[in-house]
């Protein structure tokens, strides 16, 4: 097999992080792996491998005729047999496939809205779908969405997983005080739901004040963001919450942080979970999305409803005054993580299925 990943960013999102982990993951099972990035270049170009090739298309729109047929001259000169297009890729695929029908295109879909798929709208996807050799969803919600509402017949669910050799250099240290922190990996999103962690953290400011909250994640410098760093301003949280944006360090932000959290209102199957439990933390999570399917509610983690603070905050209590529970509850998630989420296993199924299709 000689394979792309298209992805439109390589921001720190999880649709991107995901594409980088299959091509560095196959680069040493297949005959070639590339990555071809179509608009942005971000953070993440850093944690391709050497074995993996690299291009980034610069397309200026959805249709860039220029760019679609440096994509075409780029297939033919590495003899590419397949396209694995992540998230929103999918139409550069569709377009490409149009001008080289030989290849097979393989959608990965990350909808990150699982809680709100009657608003998707699939008339693009479905007529593209025509031309898709396979999907892949990453959670069971998404599966039967596609296999409900679009034209290909091929289609699997693959959990999302995680690598350990990811870069692990601090670069600054988080602020706070050692064993104290709370760490929100999420891009600052609406279904991020950071209104309901800042709630929690005004009530823990009061009771724990010496604890304090970490977000890591892009900032996308927009009204949702400008509405988190205001609400922190108005309720003094300051000296509590900390803002990072997008960072390349995340296994040593990781390895800082004492309990791992997500507020979300809406979710696929979320990397920061995998890391999460890759790094032993302990984590508490809202329920949405496939979270139930990797953490057991007070096996592994604690699962919350979705916005109740109250609930989240007691429950948060809970870990902070009983460390013996964050080791327990840290250990049993790192186990399941590496026995269920890790690049070997994902790998195995991806190219059996691939082969069969």
């Not at 953070?43 to 074995?51: D, E, P, S, T, V």
């Not at 509402?149 to 669910?157: E, F, I, N, P, R």
């Not at 919350?304 to 327990?328: C, G, H, Q, T, W």
């Amino acid at each position: 097999m000689r394979i792309i990943q298209l992805i439109d960013s390589l921001e720190a999102g999880g649709a991107e992080r995901m594409a980088v982990h299959y091509a560095n993951g196959l680069a040493a099972r297949v005959a070639f792996s590339g990555l071809v990035c179509t608009r942005k270049e971000g953070l993440l170009r850093k944690q391709l491998h050497a074995q993996v090739d690299y291009l980034f298309l610069n397309k200026k729109s959805a249709i860039d005729l220029q760019a679609l047929f440096r994509l075409r001259r780029y297939c033919k000169q590495h003899q590419i047999s397949h396209v694995q297009a992540h998230a929103t890729s999918f139409f550069t695929a569709f377009l490409l496939q149009l001008i080289l029908p030989k290849l097979k295109v393989i959608w990965h879909d990350h909808y990150g809205l699982s809680e709100f798929l009657p608003q998707r709208r699939p008339q693009l996807l479905w007529l593209c779908s025509h031309f898709f050799s396979g999907i892949i969803s990453v959670n069971e919600v998404l599966k039967k969405w596609s296999q409900d509402k679009l034209a290909c017949s091929k289609v699997m669910y693959l959990p999302n997983f995680v690598t350990t050799d990811t870069q692990s250099e601090l670069i600054s240290p988080l602020a706070g005080t050692a064993a104290k922190r709370i760490l929100c990996l999420a891009n600052l999103r609406p279904q991020k739901n950071h209104a309901l962690l800042l709630k929690v953290a005004s009530m823990l400011k009061d009771s724990h004040p010496d604890w304090t909250f970490h977000l890591v994640g892009q900032d996308f410098n927009d009204v949702y963001a400008a509405q988190i760093k205001q609400t922190i301003l108005d309720n003094a949280l300051e000296q509590h919450v900390f803002v990072y944006g997008s960072r390349a360090d995340t296994a040593a932000i990781l390895d800082q942080a004492t309990i791992g959290v997500l507020t979300s209102n809406s979710e696929g199957l979320p990397l920061a979970v995998l890391e999460y439990g890759l790094h032993a933390l302990p984590v508490l999570v809202t329920r949405v999305g496939d979270i139930p399917s990797v953490i057991y509610n007070q096996v592994d983690g604690v699962i919350a409803e979705v916005d109740d603070a109250m609930a989240f905050y007691k429950s948060l209590v809970e870990l902070i005054e009983n460390p013996n529970l964050r080791l327990k509850f840290g250990r049993a998630l790192q186990a399941k993580i590496n026995q269920f989420y890790t690049e070997e296993g994902v790998m195995n199924h991806f190219l059996h299925w691939t082969q069969s299709i």
